[in-house]
């Protein structure tokens, strides 16, 4: 039978990185993977197909220089999904290639086929051919990953009625369609059917949306989208969805119906641990399939770790490699820094796109922490103007006593690139002066960081010149108390 110094199930984000790193530390280790499924749902079927598909759907649309040059600029005026799927597959497969080098590199075993504990140290391997492997380890790190939702009471077919994982397959772009669940996913994929021209209802059973991001951000994303025709049923839940012959009936808990070509569910996911028999390894998966872990990602059985998707939020491909990481060095003894959990980007690839790292207004305002927040529109950057952005916003959250930088929210072209300078200064302990002196690019995005900070800084002196000399009080000639 083989043994291994660690064994990896799954090949997701999370499972390659925890491999790799106990190869790089000169361990045995082992990776298990399904047939078709290598790298796991990031590559197959969701970050790497939906971030490429969505960067077909902008260049095939000609939606960012719709603002530009008109509306009629448009590279195809019939989209078809076999244009979309063309760019998707080829990135897909070249994604896969890429990670059977690296795990082959670096002479890290693999296993194909579904792993299942037969106990603490042992799992065993079942081929499509039906042959079972035995294997055994030292330690494991379940990094499984999750599945879409699927209620009994919603009829898919993968045709009309999808899920997330389903949706790629489509073929054809629906001329309506019901996308329920306001989540990440669901806002993704809204945004990219109504930018192709798709009538798009969103359902959520919540009053808002995203309601970790800033809120300001949100309300413009929700109304660039209901600009583009998405209309937006919020406190709604969906009972039943039902399938007919001309397409589909989402029908709410309010008894409402909303007919529709397609329906995408994607009212969230459920951990795969059912299928991995963790009871034989005496672990206990929640009512979600998730597993607990400590601050180590050590499950309750000491020499089992858990990484990615499985242990819940935040459920981000980029947590998840580290996380990989993390555990694999835990495992091995090797020393690890401290995770900083403000210092974890959210990037949601909406059309606009949005992200941000740190705090919100809101989590600042409930720990009472004193703020000031400095802005800058995408219309105030000569960069905005020359790419037609005109809706975009940087805005830098800043201690209002330290001065230090608390919070990086942008909304519109490459915010999720553009976080990670206000990412940096946070990491380093930075202060808002650094980025008043420093001197960026012209004309960039990244110049807004610089505008920003003096928004911040000239409200920080207005109120500090109010506090001193009072609203109406002594002020210098000409001097005004308000920025
Ligand atoms: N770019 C990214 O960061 C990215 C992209 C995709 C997925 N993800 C991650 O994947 C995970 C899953 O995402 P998701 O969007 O599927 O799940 P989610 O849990 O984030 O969102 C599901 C939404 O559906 C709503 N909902 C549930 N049942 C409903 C009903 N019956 N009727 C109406 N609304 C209902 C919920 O209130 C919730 O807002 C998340 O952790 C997410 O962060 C991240």
């Known amino acids: 039978m083989d043994h291994f110094d660690v064994v990896v199930i799954g090949s997701g984000p999370a499972g390659q990185k925890a491999a790799i790193a106990a190869a790089k530390l000169g361990k045995r280790a082992a990776i298990v993977e399904r047939k078709h499924m290598m790298g796991g749902v990031c590559i197959n079927t969701g970050t790497i197909p939906s971030k490429t598909l969505r960067e077909a759907v902008l260049y095939l649309t000609g939606l960012n220089q719709r603002e530009l040059y008109g509306d009629s600029y448009r590279l195809k005026s019939d989209i078809t999904v ?3 799927a063309a760019r998707t597959n080829h990135v897909v497969s070249r994604e896969i290639d890429v990670i059977r080098h690296q795990l082959a590199r670096n002479s890290v075993m693999m296993f194909v086929g579904s792993a299942r504990f037969v106990g603490p140290n042992e799992i065993t391997v079942e081929d499509a051919t039906g042959d079972l492997k035995h294997v055994r380890g030292d330690y494991f790190v379940v990094a499984v990953g999750t599945r879409p939702a699927r209620p009994p009471s919603v009829d898919f077919d993968s045709e009309t009625v999808v899920d997330s994982d389903q949706i790629l397959g489509l073929d054809r772009v629906p001329s309506s ?19 192709l021209g798709s009538k798009v209802t969103v359902i959520e059973k919540r009053p808002t949306m995203l309601d970790f991001c800033d809120r300001e951000i949100v309300e413009s994303l929700q109304y660039q989208l209901r600009d583009r025709g998405v209309t937006f049923r919020f406190g709604e839940s969906v009972k039943t969805v039902e399938r007919h012959p001309s397409g ?26 059912d299928e991995l028999d963790v009871e034989a390894a005496g672990l206990t998966a929640d009512s979600r399939g998730r597993l607990k872990v400590d601050e180590n990602y050590r499950t309750e059985v000491e ?20 996380q990989g990481r993390r555990a694999t060095y835990h495992a091995f003894g090797e020393p690890v820094g401290v995770v900083n959990d403000d210092l974890q980007p959210i990037g949601i690839y909406a059309i606009p796109e949005l992200s941000f790292v740190g705090r ?12 000031e927040v ?15 952005d005109s809706y975009g916003l940087l805005k830098l959250l800043v ?14 072209s490459n915010a999720a690139e553009l976080v990670h300078i206000g990412q940096t200064v946070m990491g380093l302990g930075g202060t808002i002066d650094y980025l008043v002196d420093a001197v960026f690019n012209y004309p960039t995005l990244a110049e807004g960081y610089k505008v920003a900070a003096l928004d ?28």
Do not use: C, W
């Open 177 to 195: 369609m019901v996308v329920v669940g306001a989540g990440v996913i669901g806002i993704e994929y809204a945004s990219m059917f109504a930018a």
């Open 456 to 483: 911040a800084v000239n409200k920080m002196r207005a109120i500090e010149r109010v506090r001193t000399k009072g609203l109406t009080g002594d002020l210098d000639a000409g001097e005004s108390p308000l920025p």
């Open 82 to 84: 076999t244009d979309l």
């Open 303 to 322: 020499h089992i770790y858990a990484v990615g998707d499985i242990i819940g939020f935040p459920a981000l491909a980029a947590t998840s490699m580290e």
């Open 248 to 273: 589909t009936l989402t029908i709410l808990e309010s008894g409402k119906v909303i007919p529709a070509d397609t329906v995408l569910y994607s009212a969230g996911r459920q951990g795969v641990s």
């Open 399 to 412: 201690h209002a006593e330290e001065r230090t930088l608390l919070g990086v929210h942008a909304f519109g």
């Open 374 to 388: 400095g802005v800058a529109r995408y219309r105030e950057l000569a960069r905005g103007a020359i790419i037609g």
């Open 360 to 371: 919100t207004e809101d989590q600042l305002t409930a720990a009472n922490v004193p703020f």
